[in-house]
C-alpha cells in the first residue's frame, strides 16, 4: 500500500545487525535497480507508489564519501524509463540491463512494454547505448555479478508467458545465463541456472555468487537459496 523513501546500511558487528540510516532517496521508490561503483551508489527508475502507471526517470547517486551532499539528480539514460531493470558495475562504469516500462491499460491498471535495450554510465562521460540483450531480462537478480570479465544476467522473465494460466502451473522463468562482454559490447550465452528465481538480490559473498529467494514463477515465493563459485 505504501513505498518508501528511507535508505539505511546494515552491518554485522560482534556477530549482530547494526543498522545505520543514510539520507533518504528524494521520493519514495521501489522496483528500481542499483549498484555501488567505487564509493558511489547509483540507483536507476523504479515506481514512486505502488499503483502507478509510469515508472520514475531518474538516476539517482549518493556519494558515500560526501552523506551530507544527499542524493544526487544525474542525467538520465537515452531510452525509455523502466522497473525491474538489472545493473551492474565494471571498470569504472556502472550499466542498465532491460527491465519494463509502465502504461496505463484499458482498465487503469499498469501493463509492461518489456524492454531489452542496454546502457553504460562512466562518470563525467555519461551515457551511452550498448548492445540489446539477445532477450528481454526483466527482474533478473541484481547488481549482475562479473565472471571472466563478463557481467552476468542470470534468468529473469522474458514476458513470453506473461498470460499464461492457471499461474499455479505457470513453468517458471527463463533459465540461461546471458553473458555481457564490456570490453567486446558483445552478447553470449554462458549456461543455466538451476533456478527460476525473479525479483531477488545477487551478492557476492566469500568468493561465491548467492541469489537468496525470490518469485519462483508469478505469485509464488521461494526460500531457495542458491550459490555459484565466481572467479574473475
Not at 528524494?26 to 549498484?35: E, Q, T, V
Request: charged residues 20%.
Amino acid at each position: 500500500t505504501e513505498n518508501f523513501a528511507a535508505v539505511f546500511m546494515m552491518r554485522l558487528e560482534s556477530g549482530k545487525a547494526v543498522h545505520y540510516p543514510l539520507p533518504s532517496l528524494p521520493k519514495p521508490c521501489a522496483f528500481m535497480a542499483g549498484a555501488q561503483l567505487g564509493s558511489v551508489l547509483y540507483v536507476a527508475g523504479g515506481i514512486e507508489t505502488p499503483a502507478a502507471t509510469t515508472a520514475l526517470p531518474v538516476f539517482w547517486a549518493l556519494y558515500l564519501q560526501k552523506l551530507d551532499r544527499g542524493w544526487q539528480n544525474l542525467p538520465t539514460w537515452p531510452g525509455p524509463e523502466r522497473v525491474l531493470a538489472c545493473m551492474g558495475a565494471h571498470d569504472g562504469s556502472v550499466f542498465l540491463f532491460s527491465g519494463a516500462r509502465l502504461k496505463a491499460g484499458a482498465d487503469g491498471k499498469p501493463v509492461r512494454e518489456w524492454l531489452r535495450d542496454g546502457y553504460r554510465y562512466t562518470p563525467n562521460q555519461g551515457w551511452r547505448k550498448i548492445a540489446d540483450l539477445p532477450r528481454v531480462s526483466v527482474a533478473a537478480p541484481s547488481p549482475a555479478p562479473m565472471r571472466d570479465g563478463r557481467l552476468l544476467i542470470l534468468g529473469g522473465d522474458d514476458g513470453a508467458l506473461v498470460d499464461f494460466e492457471p499461474k499455479a502451473k505457470h513453468p517458471g522463468f527463463p533459465r540461461d545465463i546471458l553473458a555481457y562482454d564490456p570490453e567486446h559490447d558483445t552478447w553470449s550465452r554462458a549456461g543455466r541456472v538451476p533456478f527460476s528465481l525473479v525479483t531477488s538480490p545477487a551478492v557476492t559473498w566469500n568468493g561465491r555468487i548467492i541469489v537468496p529467494g525470490g518469485e519462483a514463477r508469478p505469485g509464488k515465493r521461494s526460500p531457495e537459496v542458491w550459490s555459484a563459485e565466481q572467479a574473475y
